[in-house]
């Protein structure tokens, strides 16, 4: 039972995190209802916005808030005269949900930009270019499980968060090479939990964001992140085809702030480092 310490303790220091966010940023529970546009965002002053919980879009250092992914929520709802309140949500399917009825307004979180996303959502302009990359243990002498290539991914199954947008480019890839790819969906875990399963044993490969993966490696030697899932792409944030006004404002605003200092001091503050 020593190997499931490590996740029940960062399952905890979640809920914590959770609950501290949350009275942080609401006063009230917000009715669930039907997607707003911009009007209505304005009209009450607030934006909800869902993220993820993790070591480079948004997480908290004592009693400080940080991310990459929360400060530009930060910059945008300044710009605009907004105030935000963040909540941490885990799943993406749970995002998606409180996309869909009204609960929250953006999800500001790393989403692939695809075309199967862009008949669902509507995606603001390019965020950040990243990849999905293969977690897996470091090869020992003798070890059958290392994964040399995307051809040894034949037969092998692979954890990724539930609903998490890898799926689609893993069957993908099942098909590109001619075999199946098995796909274990993980409901109550986020991408860095998945990391810490691997590494301590209890699954062999999980798939997640190059750059959250950076983040988590030096406290994970043990793990080896070489493998590209998918190609270098773009990732954008998300929200509801009933807000093409709200998609517009958020992107006017990014076509500005993407080009000014302020944009790559925070870029290089969370990426750059690694």
Known sequence: MKRFKYLFVTLFVLCIVAVVVFFRYSNRSKPIGHP???????????????????????????DTISGFHYELIEAFTKAMGLKAKL????????????????????????????????????????????????????????????????LDLAGRTLHVVKGSPSILRIRNLSNEIGDTIYIQEVERYGTEQLMAMVAHGDIDYAVCDESIARASIDSMPQLDINTAISFTQFYSWAVSKQSPVLLDSLNSWLKDFRQGDQYQRIYKKYYKKR
Do not use: C
């Open 87 to 150: 909540f941490p949500i885990m799943s993406f399917n749970d995002r998606l949900e409180g996309l869909s009825n009204g609960t929250y307004d953006i999800i500001a979180s790393d989403l692939m930009a695809t075309s199967e996303w862009k008949d669902s959502l509507l995606l603001t302009s390019p965020i950040i270019l990243s990849k999905q990359v293969l977690v897996q243990r470091k090869s020992v002498k003798g070890d059958t499980l290392y994964i040399k290539s995307q």
């Open 36 to 62: 707003r546009d911009y009007a209505a965002i304005e009209k009450e002053g607030t934006i909800h916005v869902a993220t993820e919980y993790n070591s480079i879009g948004f997480y908290v250092d004592g």
